[in-house]
């Protein structure tokens, strides 16, 4: 049976390590459409597919589920039994377990001051981790795909998302667009880079500063400005244009670079304006990275 024609969608299964970037994941397979839920109790997977896929409307064709250490441990040792009722469902299923050593580990908390999910039992961090490891070892030893993303930074592993993971689940070809500051440097991967310091900058409205190109009222305020709505029309005309000789050369993805001063204002509001436009299209296959933001 072809997969767009199951009436049970594809299912991924998101576990791993706390820092190891489960939520980048999740929130990368929700850009490609795909159905995400975070931190389900192991025991009602097969309930949630059911729930989901009943009627066999198609809407949601592809589903992604996180599971880790916050689950019981009791449902933790029960998940293999769920996948495999899901199984008998027919619904195709991948567990993927993200992995990463336990140094990369303690430098992202410390950098990023996040709780450790079982600091509340009042472990210092390195047990912690070390439990968590104990506790995600029966799953890690049955999972589909393991990887290890301690070299890899946001912008890698959402690529490897596109490219690797969710590859089948939607044909044509990938586009990842990015916002970056030009003071922190080019992003060396990008396969177009577009300045847009010359629009209106809203960082000089006092209002406008501490928020970002994500928010209503900065998107407001640029595109109220005649050489924003200029420049992205360009823009999105010229990438119209060459994108179809992209794909006919076989290519899987292409990624598209935004560039301003702070990485936070004009840079951040074109990334997600395109992004749209090409949505919109029906492109199915569109993620978003703002480097700075994130």
Not at 181 to 209: E, I, T
Not at 265 to 292: I, K, M, N, P
Request: aromatic share 8%; with cysteine; charged share 25%.
């Amino acid at each position: 049976m072809n997969p767009i024609d199951d009436p049970h969608p594809p299912l991924l299964v998101i576990s791993g390590l706390s820092g190891s970037g489960k939520s980048v994941v999740l929130r990368t397979l929700e850009d490609l459409d795909y159905y995400c839920v975070d931190n389900l109790p192991a025991e009602l997977l097969p309930e949630f597919v059911a729930g989901v896929t009943a009627g066999g409307n198609g809407r949601h064709r592809r589903l992604a589920v996180g599971i880790d250490v916050r689950n019981r441990p009791e449902g933790l040792t029960r998940l293999p039994h769920s996948l495999a009722k899901v199984g008998t469902m027919g619904c195709q299923h991948q567990l993927v377990f993200l992995d990463t050593l336990d140094e990369v580990l303690l430098r992202r908390y410390s950098e990023t001051r996040r709780r450790h999910p079982l600091s509340g039992e009042g472990l210092p961090l390195a047990d912690a981790i070390a439990l968590e490891r104990q506790r995600l070892r029966p799953l890690a030893a049955i999972a589909d795909r393991v990887l290890d993303t301690s070299t890899m930074n946001v912008h890698q592993l959402r690529r490897w998302v596109v490219t690797e993971l969710a590859a089948d689940a939607q044909p044509g070809l990938s586009l990842l667009v990015q916002s970056f500051a030009y003071r922190h440097g080019v992003p060396g991967d990008a396969d177009f880079v577009f300045d847009v310091r010359c629009l209106p900058n809203p960082h000089w409205d006092p209002g406008l500063r501490p928020l970002s190109g994500r928010d209503a009222p900065v998107r407001e305020w640029l595109m109220q400005q005649p050489a924003v709505v200029e420049y992205l029309d360009h823009v999105a005309g010229f990438v119209d244009a060459w994108l179809p000789r992209f794909e006919s050369d076989t290519r899987s993805y292409v990624t598209l670079a935004f560039g301003c001063t702070g990485g936070r204002h004009r840079s951040v509001h074109c990334t997600e304006w395109l992004a749209s436009h090409w949505r919109d299209q029906g492109r199915s296959r569109v993620v978003t990275f703002h480097r700075e933001l994130e």
